[in-house]
C-alpha cells in the first residue's frame, strides 16, 4: 500500500486551503478523497465481521461491524489507531464499517479527539451506518446524515 500522504504540508488558510513546502495547493477534501479511495483498498483486502450483540469494544481490525443488540442501544468504545503506514506497522488507511440491524441508536465512543481530530462519541440513527478510515492515530468519519459526532 503507498503512503497515503506523502505531501508535507507547511501552511493551511482560512479557506481550507493546504499549502505544501514547495507552495503548491492542495484541498482538505482532495486529500481525504485520496486516503478513502485508498482506505477502501486496504478494508477490502480482509473480510472480518464482528457481531456486537452486547455493549463492549470494537475490533478495529474488523472489516465489518454488525450491531444485533436487541432492545437497546448498543454503547462501543473503539481504541484509537496507530499511527503511521501499514509498511513501518501502522494503520493508516484502514477503515472498520459499523452496520446497525436493530432500531436503537447506537453509539461508538473514542479518547477525547479521537473522531475527526476533535470529537470523541459518534451516535448512529438506523438505518445509517458509519464508515470509519484511521489516519495518524485519528478515526476519520465518512460523512454520513442520520450519524451525529460530539
Known amino acids: 500500500m503507498k503512503n497515503l500522504f506523502p505531501v508535507l504540508v507547511d501552511l493551511c488558510d482560512c479557506q481550507g486551503n493546504l499549502y505544501t513546502t514547495k507552495g503548491i495547493a492542495v484541498t482538505l477534501k482532495s486529500l481525504l478523497s485520496e ?10 483486502s480482509f473480510s472480518v465481521v464482528q457481531v456486537m450483540n452486547r455493549d463492549g469494544a470494537a475490533n478495529p481490525f474488523a472489516g ?9 442501544a448498543c454503547a462501543i468504545t473503539l481504541v484509537q489507531p ?9 494503520q493508516d488507511g484502514l477503515a472498520i464499517r459499523f452496520v446497525p440491524v436493530t432500531v436503537n441508536a447506537h453509539t461508538i465512543t473514542t479518547k477525547a479527539g479521537g473522531l475527526n481530530g476533535n470529537k470523541y462519541k459518534l451516535t ?10 484511521a489516519y ?3 478515526w476519520y468519519v465518512v ?3 442520520a450519524s451525529t459526532l460530539s
Open 64 to 72: 465489518t461491524v454488525l450491531i444485533t443488540k436487541p432492545s437497546t
Open 143 to 145: 460523512p454520513n446524515t
Open 136 to 138: 495518524q492515530g485519528i
Open 82 to 90: 496507530i499511527s503511521g503506514s501499514p509498511n513501518n506497522g501502522g
Open 35 to 44: 486516503a478513502l479511495s485508498e482506505a477502501t483498498a486496504y478494508h477490502n
Open 124 to 133: 448512529m440513527v438506523p438505518p445509517s451506518s458509519a464508515l470509519l478510515v
